[in-house]
């Protein structure tokens, strides 16, 4: 008997399933538990991403911080599904808490209590935890899209001073209007964007290579000073100076011309840039007689008779100022907003200065290059231009005041600039 029960194999398949339920009941339970976590986990984050969304619009619709929160929690709770709110907990970091800018932050954390976990640890004999839940975090941003930079390209030439057709103003104000206005609409939008220090920045660029930054700069630390800009001097020829008198000269020493020579007086080794020389532009306001004590009748080498000699001395006042126009920057950086920095004139700020050109031409529609030219800024000037910012029409013409009579002297002579 005793051995036909020991080769008795019936029953085995009962024996082998109670040994390995353990192991397979706690397969099955972690199953159980991973797909539900993925589950939970994946609606958490749907519903994370749809509170950011929605709460990104509202924010743009003027929402104050506590309303944007509580939107973006009762949002976020409603498309929870089958997950239960209370193991749920949201962060919401608005744009104006974090150094994101106009970015919005939502992070969300979940605690899953396991189902099976707790009838795996009893079949390996450990006390069951029923208070064990596994934690989950995930997080969302939302760059908020309606922040603009917005840049108006406004034509202020020449042309703009002309009267509209159709209507009764000027066609420069009539731009104006416009830009205000436009302005005006767009920042009201962006003023409801209380979480955004500056929901809406504007930049004008005036149709011309030049700008006016305002006379009050020109001792600014990013103006050209000292005339080293590789464009400072454009238009100059400083090596014929001394053509006209040796003793009166412009000289170039360590980046920055000089004025050279005792004809200068009390001006000798100072800078030459075009600051100075809009100082030293003058014009012929009149004339005064004065009077010295000379010989009055002479013959063969030998005076005569001595008295007082008058004569007629031209009577000179300042022509104009720089009026805050600069040249837009070498290439590279006309096109970057590089710093000015010592080590590189080029990227400093020039003053706008260039010379007059004359209206006459020859058969072909060409500017003369034949005797009788003559300069023509007096004709050219319409009133209430400045006489130091272009006409951008015609970026080399310098507008000038309307003045038939005066005439200017340029310094130093033999310069004929505008």
């Known amino acids: 008997m005793l051995r036909k029960f020991v080769h008795d194999r019936r029953g085995n398949f009962a024996m082998m399933t109670v040994l390995a339920m353990a192991p397979i009941m706690g397969v099955a339970a972690l199953v ?43 949002f976020f709770q409603a498309n929870l599904g089958a997950v239960k709110p209370e193991n749920t907990k949201l962060v919401v970091t608005l744009p104006n808490q974090n150094t994101g800018g106009g970015t919005l932050k939502l992070e969300a954390e979940l605690k899953y209590a396991p189902i099976f976990y707790p009838v795996f640890q009893k079949l390996r004999g450990e006390a069951a935890d029923a208070e064990q839940k596994i934690d989950f975090r995930a997080q969302s941003e939302v760059r908020l899209k309606n922040t603009l930079e917005v840049a108006l390209v406004l034509d202020n030439s020449g042309s703009m001073d002309y009267t509209s057709t159709g209507s009764f103003e000027k066609r420069l104000a009539i731009l104006k209007k416009a830009a205000k206005e436009l302005v005006k609409t767009i920042a009201a939008e962006g003023a409801q964007m209380k979480q955004i220090e500056k929901p809406v920045q504007f930049g004008v660029v005036p149709f011309a290579a030049s700008v006016n930054v305002g006379a009050d700069n020109a001792g600014a630390s990013w103006m050209d000073t000292d005339g080293r800009s590789p464009i400072h001097h454009e238009n100059f020829d400083w090596s014929t100076m001394k053509d006209d008198n040796p003793d009166k000269r412009v000289e170039f020493s360590g980046g920055v011309y000089y004025k050279r020579g005792s004809a200068w007086g009390e001006e000798e080794d100072q800078k030459v840039t075009r600051f100075t020389l809009y100082n030293e532009m003058k014009r012929i306001v009149g ?19 001595e008295g007082w000699i008058y004569k007629d001395v031209d009577v000179t006042a300042s022509y104009t100022n720089w009026s805050g126009c600069v040249e837009m920057r070498p290439y590279p950086y006309n096109l970057n907003d590089d710093a ?15 010379p007059d050109e004359t209206n006459q031409t020859d058969g072909g529609a060409q500017p003369t290059t034949t005797g009788g030219m003559t300069m023509t800024m007096w004709e050219e000037a319409p009133q209430g231009i400045s006489p130091t910012c272009p006409n951008t029409s015609n970026l080399r013409r310098r507008p000038q005041p309307t003045p038939t009579k005066d005439r200017m002297r340029a310094a130093p002579p033999g310069r004929s600039r505008r």
């Open 32 to 74: 159980v538990d991973y797909s539900q976590i993925s589950r939970q986990r994946q609606m958490t984050l749907n519903a994370l991403d749809a509170a950011g969304i929605a709460t990104a619009r509202y924010l743009t619709q003027g929402a104050t911080d506590g309303e944007a929160k509580a939107y973006a929690l009762d």
């Open 287 to 305: 004339t005064q007689r004065e009077r010295e004590w000379g010989c009055t009748y002479s013959w063969a080498g030998r005076c005569y008779r």
């Open 340 to 354: 000015p920095v010592n080590s590189r004139p080029e990227t400093y700020f020039v003053p706008m200065f260039a």
